[in-house]
């Protein structure tokens, strides 16, 4: 089954399982699909930074999303004065579809690497609001684990990478300061010898700072034959942090 008609089918499903009496607005949930991430096809939600699934094929990566496109609607409406949205009748659209060439080293790549047509848009206000808004969150979830972790947990060594639990957010915030620099600011240097927490704040408070610099501006910088733009770092900024939280917390159990 091609992307087009397995979007259509999709639709039709997520239209079943929020099926309610009275008439409503419909939701367009744009999706960007890239293959090649660590052999994995990986599904962005192009308007709603920080959702994303992975799979092996098509349809599995797309069962994952509608999966985790709830989830992620839950955990927003959890943490907001208000719910932010409501999806009840969704119209679900695969709009752009990213694969590298063979051979090249984005093929090669175990990161996402994708610049969609998408990303090219400016910024607008509400979506740099939102987008720190659940950085902000994401980080508020990641220091409440921490906290209740025992200390024999946050010292243990993962046994594939030999990381501990400090050396893996240590380096989650070193990604997310690296996508930061691909807008090519005059940044401070990163705070290499700092313990884990302070780098994780330093990167969060340059990130809170720089972001809303970016609204309304339409800007496209090369870094190692890598395209980025501000919609692209945003993207890229809540995806890291959550891929970090997650492994985190797959090895603290």
């Known amino acids: ?37 660590g052999g994995r096809i990986l599904a962005w939600a192009l308007d709603f930074p920080g959702c994303f699934a992975y799979g092996q ?30 999806l009840i009748n969704l119209d679900f659209r695969i709009v752009e579809v990213f694969k590298p060439e063979n051979g090249s080293c984005m093929a090669r790549s175990s990161k996402p690497v994708a610049f969609f047509e998408d990303d090219r848009r400016a910024l607008r206000q509400d979506e740099v609001q939102h987008a720190l808004a659940v950085y902000s969150w994401q980080r508020e979830e990641l220091l409440a684990g921490l906290e209740f972790l025992p200390e024999a947990a946050y010292a243990r060594a993962e046994q ?4 501990t639990i400090p050396a893996m957010v240590s380096q989650m915030t070193q990604d997310c300061y690296d996508i930061l620099a691909a807008l090519k600011l005059p940044l401070p240097p990163f705070l290499t010898k700092s313990e884990a ?14 972001l809303p610099a970016w ?8 870094v190692d034959r890598e395209l980025w733009s501000p919609r692209k770092v945003m993207r890229h900024l809540l995806w890291r942090q959550r891929e ?10």
Not at 201 to 208: A, K, Q
Request: glycine share 6%.
């Open 1 to 37: 089954m091609d992307a087009y008609h397995l979007a259509r089918s999709f639709t039709s499903v997520l239209r079943l399982a929020f099926y309610k009496s009275h008439e409503t607005d419909k939701v367009l949930i744009r999706v960007g699909l890239e293959y090649g991430v």
């Open 57 to 86: 094929a098509d349809a599995e990566v797309m069962l994952n999303f509608a999966r985790n496109l709830l989830a992620y609607e839950a955990w927003i409406n959890l943490h907001a004065d208000q719910a932010w949205f409501n």
């Open 160 to 163: 594939r990478t030999g990381k």
């Open 197 to 210: 927490l302070v780098q994780l704040d330093f990167t969060t408070e340059l990130i809170r700072r720089t």
């Open 215 to 222: 609204v309304g501006v339409e800007a496209i910088y090369e």
């Open 244 to 253: 970090g939280i997650e492994e985190i917390k797959t090895f603290a159990g």
